[in-house]
C-alpha cells in the first residue's frame, strides 16, 4: 500500500525493508517507548534499576522471551534465585502464593495484564 501511495508510512518493520522499497524512507523515531517494571507484594521491597537487585535474596522471576530480563537479570541476580515463566499470570500467581519476591517484566506488558 506503501508503494502504490494508498498510505504514507508503516510502523515496525525491519530496517533494511527500504531496499525492497525504495520510495519508503526509514524515519529513525521510536513510535513507541517501554520500560521494566517490578512488581512485589512485600511493602518492604525497593528497587532503583537493574543493579539494586545485586547481592539481594530475592528470588526473582520474568517471562520468558523478554530480551532486557534476558540480558540484565542474570548479571545482578544469583542464578538459584533466578527463575523464567512461561506467562506474565504464573509470574503473579508465584508472588501471591509466596514462591517469588519479584516479578520483573516490560512495562506494556505489565500494565496491560493488571489492567
Not at 5 to 11: A, F, K, Q, R, S
Not at 23 to 47: C, D, M, Q
Request: glycine residues 10%.
Amino acid at each position: 500500500m506503501s508503494d502504490s501511495g494508498e498510505i504514507d508510512g508503516e510502523l515496525s518493520r525491519i530496517s533494511s525493508y527500504n531496499e525492497i522499497h525504495p520510495y519508503v524512507i526509514r524515519v529513525e523515531e521510536p513510535h513507541w517507548n517501554s520500560g521494566f517494571l517490578a512488581v512485589a507484594v512485600g511493602p518492604t521491597i525497593k528497587l532503583q534499576g537493574w543493579k539494586s537487585l545485586k547481592n539481594t535474596d530475592y528470588t526473582v522471576n520474568y517471562r520468558r522471551g523478554v530480551k532486557g530480563c534476558e540480558i540484565n537479570l542474570p548479571e545482578v541476580v544469583k542464578p538459584e534465585k533466578l527463575e523464567i515463566v512461561d506467562r506474565t499470570s504464573h509470574g503473579y500467581k508465584k508472588l501471591l502464593i509466596g514462591w517469588a519476591d519479584i516479578y520483573i517484566g516490560s512495562e506494556m506488558g505489565i500494565v496491560s495484564t493488571l489492567k
